[in-house]
Protein backbone atom coordinates (compact mmCIF):
# COMPACT_ATOMS: atom_id res chain seq x y z
CA UNK A 1 0.00 0.00 0.00
CA UNK A 2 1.18 3.52 -1.06
CA UNK A 3 1.81 5.84 1.21
CA UNK A 4 -0.46 9.17 0.85
CA UNK A 5 0.58 12.02 -0.40
CA UNK A 6 1.65 15.21 1.91
CA UNK A 7 -0.94 18.26 1.54
CA UNK A 8 2.09 20.16 0.18
CA UNK A 9 2.72 17.64 -2.70
CA UNK A 10 -1.01 17.76 -3.48
CA UNK A 11 -0.52 21.50 -3.68
CA UNK A 12 2.05 21.47 -5.74
CA UNK A 13 1.02 18.57 -8.43
CA UNK A 14 -2.18 21.36 -8.55
CA UNK A 15 -0.63 24.03 -8.71
CA UNK A 16 1.29 22.67 -11.76
CA UNK A 17 -2.28 22.15 -13.80
CA UNK A 18 -4.43 24.30 -15.70
CA UNK A 19 -7.02 26.38 -14.01
CA UNK A 20 -9.75 24.03 -15.92
CA UNK A 21 -7.77 20.87 -14.16
CA UNK A 22 -7.91 22.69 -11.28
CA UNK A 23 -11.85 22.63 -11.71
CA UNK A 24 -11.94 19.40 -12.69
CA UNK A 25 -10.55 18.26 -9.38
CA UNK A 26 -12.45 20.32 -6.53
CA UNK A 27 -14.46 18.13 -4.60
CA UNK A 28 -15.06 18.21 -0.65
CA UNK A 29 -11.92 16.02 0.05
CA UNK A 30 -10.10 18.24 -2.09
CA UNK A 31 -11.53 21.40 -0.28
CA UNK A 32 -10.53 19.60 3.26
CA UNK A 33 -7.17 19.27 2.17
CA UNK A 34 -6.45 22.46 0.33
CA UNK A 35 -8.26 23.76 3.69
CA UNK A 36 -5.39 22.42 6.22
CA UNK A 37 -2.86 23.87 3.85
CA UNK A 38 -4.39 27.54 4.05
CA UNK A 39 -4.27 26.86 8.21
CA UNK A 40 -1.16 25.66 7.85
CA UNK A 41 0.15 29.02 5.65
CA UNK A 42 -2.00 31.20 7.91
CA UNK A 43 -0.95 34.80 7.92
CA UNK A 44 -0.56 35.84 11.53
CA UNK A 45 -1.09 39.31 10.79
CA UNK A 46 -4.61 39.00 9.03
CA UNK A 47 -7.57 37.92 11.56
CA UNK A 48 -9.65 34.87 11.32
CA UNK A 49 -9.34 31.84 9.05
CA UNK A 50 -9.67 31.64 5.40
CA UNK A 51 -12.45 29.86 3.93
CA UNK A 52 -11.78 27.86 0.85
CA UNK A 53 -14.76 26.96 -1.07
CA UNK A 54 -15.24 25.90 -4.31
CA UNK A 55 -15.45 29.19 -5.93
CA UNK A 56 -12.26 30.25 -4.42
CA UNK A 57 -10.29 27.03 -5.11
CA UNK A 58 -8.14 27.65 -7.95
CA UNK A 59 -7.08 30.98 -6.49
CA UNK A 60 -6.49 29.90 -3.32
CA UNK A 61 -4.12 26.83 -5.17
CA UNK A 62 -2.54 29.58 -6.60
CA UNK A 63 -1.71 31.69 -3.83
CA UNK A 64 -1.10 29.03 -1.43
CA UNK A 65 1.38 28.08 -3.58
CA UNK A 66 3.11 31.09 -3.65
CA UNK A 67 2.95 31.45 0.07
CA UNK A 68 4.61 27.51 0.12
CA UNK A 69 7.30 29.00 -2.27
CA UNK A 70 7.73 31.99 -0.91
CA UNK A 71 7.98 30.25 2.96
CA UNK A 72 10.18 27.95 2.02
CA UNK A 73 12.84 30.06 0.21
CA UNK A 74 12.98 32.21 3.23
CA UNK A 75 13.00 30.18 5.67
CA UNK A 76 15.67 27.83 3.84
CA UNK A 77 17.48 31.00 3.83
CA UNK A 78 17.71 31.61 7.45
CA UNK A 79 18.46 28.22 8.12
CA UNK A 80 21.36 27.80 5.94
CA UNK A 81 22.77 31.38 7.15
CA UNK A 82 22.03 29.98 10.67
CA UNK A 83 24.19 27.57 10.24
CA UNK A 84 27.07 29.25 9.32
CA UNK A 85 27.08 31.17 12.16
CA UNK A 86 26.63 27.66 14.41
CA UNK A 87 29.41 26.48 12.77
CA UNK A 88 31.34 29.27 13.14
CA UNK A 89 30.86 29.19 17.08
CA UNK A 90 28.79 32.08 16.75
CA UNK A 91 25.28 31.08 18.57
CA UNK A 92 24.49 34.95 18.69
CA UNK A 93 24.87 35.86 15.13
CA UNK A 94 22.50 32.50 14.19
CA UNK A 95 20.07 33.32 16.79
CA UNK A 96 20.24 37.23 15.23
CA UNK A 97 19.49 35.05 11.49
CA UNK A 98 15.91 33.39 13.13
CA UNK A 99 14.69 36.06 15.20
CA UNK A 100 15.45 38.40 11.89
CA UNK A 101 12.87 35.39 9.70
CA UNK A 102 10.38 35.72 12.71
CA UNK A 103 9.98 39.27 12.70
CA UNK A 104 9.39 39.37 8.99
CA UNK A 105 7.52 36.17 8.67
CA UNK A 106 3.91 35.85 9.57
CA UNK A 107 3.08 32.51 7.76
CA UNK A 108 2.19 29.71 11.00
CA UNK A 109 3.95 27.02 9.32
CA UNK A 110 7.12 28.49 8.83
CA UNK A 111 7.07 30.62 12.33
CA UNK A 112 6.72 27.40 13.77
CA UNK A 113 9.83 25.81 12.38
CA UNK A 114 11.53 28.65 12.87
CA UNK A 115 10.74 29.30 16.34
CA UNK A 116 11.64 25.67 17.08
CA UNK A 117 14.82 26.04 15.72
CA UNK A 118 15.89 28.93 17.45
CA UNK A 119 15.11 26.92 20.90
CA UNK A 120 17.38 24.63 19.92
CA UNK A 121 20.00 27.65 19.95
CA UNK A 122 18.97 29.42 23.12
Known amino acids: MSQPEHEFDLLNRWASLSDAQIANIVSEDTIRVLQRVAD ?70 YRKIAANQLRKIL
Open 40 to 109: LLGDESEPGRPTVSPENFISTVRSMRERYAEGSRLLGNAILEASDWIDRNEPSKAREAYERFLSNCKLKF
